[in-house]
């Protein structure tokens, strides 16, 4: 019965850590691939318009609405003016997508490529009918630079100062050897380079028009995600991909307006616009580039409100950090190094000490151990462990009692040293990132 239960345990220990292996490895492009289906799929697959705001000039306003409003339900707003010149106005002043003038002989449809060319093809079909017969002029009032002719353009420019502040982040967590301000100042040297560099890029496609002042745009959204990202690194831990890419590519995109308009996904994403970065940064663009600036107050408090929660973030850590360093609490809570599916992030590894010529990653703890004598011990062990009694990694010292490791977690960590013959030795000590550690230990 005895060798009976042994194999059950024996075949089942197997399954339960295949099982947990691939949850901790897989979990990353599941959500990944569920995200695509949700953020993607669902509010493009078939684009249609919702409330989108339309002028109409005199009294026909109301035959106009209650006809759409038939036809396509919750499709427009209509918003009855006074006349031809009223509705311009409210076009240009971005109150209304678009302003129909219903007149008996000229019926005039004012639109704004800016605003996305779909939105142009759906309303010009949709105001068709009320020309009574008549040809149904258009004028575009906010024509796209003549690099972007689909009036999308904007949106992949958008992508190069979006995307990349991500995943700098991601590979600075394999920087050890930086220190937390350090890794601040490469950020902001980052959205300096990135936004100057790919304004002119677009300009020189004629994707943009020739206003510098988008290059000021651009450096708030980079920053806002670049530092918001890193904030959340040491509170997201293992899962910061997964919630760096949610908020930055799975929900920003589909909620910015820049692909498809806006008024043409469903609700959720069109409650997230006003708050995401990355459709906040188009609105201001846009209002930069095609309407003189009208619009760009909001946008641009929301861009400096991420730039202000990622540096909170990254203060409020550092602060607590420190609070942590001069309490030394025996049962602080360590973070876990960051695993990031697509980069392998470092490891708890042990490394050459003082090695000459030797050009792998810089250490995070350094010392040596010695006997009372002075005289170094060489092949003394040294464990480091986290507040929950966990290897992280052992190694042993060299011909000269020296010992390195790196990859550790910033927190407490607890170092023993060990060799034949002596008294084992405990020492507590605080890793951080940016210069490495030192702790020695004499061995009685």
């Known amino acids: 019965m005895a060798d009976q239960t042994d194999e059950q345990t024996e ?11 691939l949850a901790e490895h897989l979990w990353f492009p599941l959500f990944f691939m569920t995200g695509f289906l949700v953020c993607y799929l669902l509010p493009f697959h078939s684009p249609s318009p919702h409330q989108v705001p339309v002028a109409v000039a005199g009294p026909a306003a109301v035959q106009v609405s209650q006809a759409l409003e038939h036809a396509m339900p919750g499709a427009f707003d209509i918003e009855q003016v006074a006349d031809g010149n009223a509705a311009r106005e409210q076009v240009l002043d971005r109150d209304v997508i678009a302003a129909f003038v219903p007149d008996s002989a000229h019926p005039m449809l004012y639109l704004t490529k800016a605003n996305g060319y779909m939105l142009e093809s759906v309303l010009t079909k949709a105001f068709t009918p009320f020309a009574a017969g008549h040809p149904l002029a258009t004028t575009d009032l906010a024509p796209t630079a003549p690099g972007d002719t689909m009036g999308t353009g904007l949106f992949y420019l958008i992508l190069v100062w979006n995307i990349p502040g991500y995943i700098v982040v991601m590979m600075l967590q394999r920087a050890v050897s930086l220190s937390r301000r350090a890794k601040v100042l490469v950020l902001l040297g980052w959205g300096v380079f990135a936004s100057i560099v790919a304004f002119y890029v677009g300009l020189a496609m004629d994707v943009v028009p020739n206003d510098p002042a988008a290059i000021g ?8 995600i670049a530092l918001t990202a890193f904030g959340l690194v040491p509170f997201a831990k293992q899962f910061f991909p997964g919630v760096a890419m949610g908020l930055f590519i799975l929900l920003s995109m589909p909620s910015s307006g820049g692909a498809i308009p806006i008024q043409m996904v469903p609700g959720f994403f069109r409650a997230l616009h006003p708050f995401m970065p990355m459709g906040n940064a188009i609105e201001a663009m846009r209002g930069l ?15 400096g409100a991420w730039v202000l ?36 992030m470092p490891e708890p590894t042990a490394i050459p000490a003082g090695a000459r010529g030797f050009s792998g990653p810089e250490p995070m703890m350094v010392g040596t151990v010695q006997a009372h004598d002075g005289n170094p011990v060489p092949g003394a062990a040294v464990t480091v462990l986290n507040h929950r009694g966990r290897q992280l990694v052992r190694t042993t010292t060299d011909h000269d009692g020296r010992y390195a490791v790196t990859g550790l977690p910033e927190d407490f960590v607890d ?23 030192r702790q020695d230990f004499v061995l009685g």
């Open 11 to 21: 075949t089942e220990t197997p399954k339960t850590s295949l099982v947990r292996t």
């Open 217 to 224: 745009i651009a450096f708030l959204l980079v920053e806002g």
């Open 289 to 303: 580039f095609y309407f003189d600036g009208v619009g760009m107050t909001r946008p641009m408090l929301v861009l």
């Open 309 to 344: 929660l990622g540096a909170a973030l990254i203060g409020g850590h550092a602060l607590w950090q420190r609070h942590k360093a001069k309490a030394v609490e025996p049962d602080g809570a360590a973070e876990p190094p960051i695993e990031d599916p697509i980069i392998e």
């Open 415 to 437: 170092l023993v040293a060990s060799a034949p013959g002596k008294a084992p030795m405990v020492r507590r000590t605080v890793v951080s990132e940016g210069s490495p550690r």
